[in-house]
């Protein structure tokens, strides 16, 4: 529903109040060009107290000032002047700056005691009583002034918490994706670098070893069950446990088993894991699984672009860092995706520093490849 204009309604309100002076200037029998010229100037300021409401205290008050100083009386021009003077005060106290508003109460209090000094019989009382007719009106203005601008406040504080609370929601829905992306970029690259290598063993023994085509076949089906079942729990498919189809739990834990998985592969693979019984368990959640995954992808990228090499993982503890070492011995000249322009190494390195750590990969000179990551292993972590 379309909102009424502020300006229409003090017409209409104006317009009203000059009509009710009317009526009780013909009822007292004081319907003089003096009396309506006195009502008018008091009632008509409404049609523009929000427009220029100082002005409308000042030209109301003083029209006020005016009647008292020649031996009129404000209660012989009706309740509609008295009206129209609290409404234009409680409006400049309501809708104007503190110092404006100011004004206008020491120009509406002047008026008043002027007028209460040029009455016939001026008293403390009337002072005091229509001091406080001034006062009130003005000072329920400055609260509701108040008041609206405290609401004010607190809706640009919840607009603001608001907007804040969808770009953490945004923040947090892109940061996520990026984990999964990172999580499933890993299980399938590895996983299906895995498969295509042994089922290009499988190709090349079938015939000549059927025995060994099939143990192959089994290996390359056991590694897709796996690659599923972590997808599933990435996904949100399958909760975690330790009981039969339950999730994987990837983690330095399973380091063993990565290298297996990479010996039936074709890479020989030697891992030396320099840490004391129990440490594996204590180190966070995010480093255990973000060490797991640079070892995954850097044998990979070995098993994918370096036939023929072996490689070397050695992990341990230097100071409150996990030190992780993945060298290999070279093979076949490497793709150059393989050296340092690839997403993977992207990937490495981008989970090394959501972790506080960091990482590096470069060729080294006998024609190998490493990876070394250092990530926090306290606090930091």
Same mark, same amino acid.
């Given at each position: ?14 317009? *009203? /109040?000059?009509?009710?002076?009317? @009526?009780? %200037? =013909?009822?007292?029998? &004081?319907?003089?060009? $003096? ?73 509406? *209090? /002047?008026?008043?005691?002027?007028? @209460?000094? %040029? =009455?016939?019989?001026? &008293?403390?009382?009337? $002072? ?83 025995? =060994? ?169």
């Amino acid at each position: 529903m379309p909102r009424i204009r502020p300006w229409i309604v003090d017409l209409v309100l104006a317009g *009203l /109040l000059v009509a009710a002076g009317f @009526v009780q %200037l =013909a009822s007292d029998g &004081s319907l003089t060009e $003096f009396g309506v010229l006195g009502m008018l100037g008091m009632t008509l300021p409404v049609a523009w107290r929000h427009t220029a409401p100082f002005t409308a205290v000042t030209v109301g008050w003083s029209v006020l000032l005016l009647e008292e100083g020649f031996g009129g009386d404000i209660t012989s021009q009706g309740y509609g002047a008295v009206i129209a003077l609290i409404l234009t005060l409680y409006t400049a106290a309501a809708h104007t700056e503190r110092r404006r508003a100011l004004a206008a109460l020491a120009v509406a *209090l /002047l008026c008043d005691w002027l007028a @209460v000094a %040029l =009455a016939d019989e001026p &008293s403390v009382a009337s $002072f005091a009583f229509t001091t406080l007719i001034v006062i009130a009106p003005w000072g329920a203005g400055r609260i509701i002034r108040d008041r609206q601008q405290h609401i004010d406040e607190l809706r640009s504080l919840s607009a603001a918490l608001e907007r804040e609370r969808e770009e953490r929601v945004r923040e947090a829905t892109i940061a996520e994706r990026e984990r999964m992306g990172r999580e499933m970029h890993d299980v399938l690259t590895h996983t299906l670098s895995v498969m295509v290598v042994q089922l290009g063993a499988v190709t090349r023994i079938l015939e000549r070893d059927p025995i =060994a085509a099939r143990s192959t076949i089994e290996s390359v089906r056991s590694t897709g069950k796996d690659a599923l079942a972590e997808l599933r729990f990435l996904l949100g498919l399958k909760s975690t446990g330790s009981g039969p189809g339950s999730a994987p739990n990837p983690g330095l834990a399973r380091i063993e088993e990565l290298a297996e998985a990479m010996r039936r592969s074709g890479l020989p693979t030697d891992i030396c894991l320099d840490i004391r019984d129990g440490c594996v368990e204590r180190l966070p959640q995010p480093i255990d699984l973000a060490a797991y995954r640079i070892v995954q992808e850097a044998l990979t990228n070995t098993l994918r672009h370096a036939p023929g090499a072996s490689a070397t993982v050695t992990i341990g503890i230097t100071g409150d860092r996990l030190d992780v070492l993945v060298s290999d011995t070279g093979g076949q000249p490497r793709q150059p995706s393989a050296t340092g322009g690839g997403h993977g190494i992207d990937g490495m390195r981008a989970r090394a520093r959501l972790c506080g750590g960091e990482l590096t990969a470069a060729p080294d000179p006998t024609g190998g490849f490493t990876v070394r990551a250092l990530l926090p292993t306290g606090a930091t972590a």
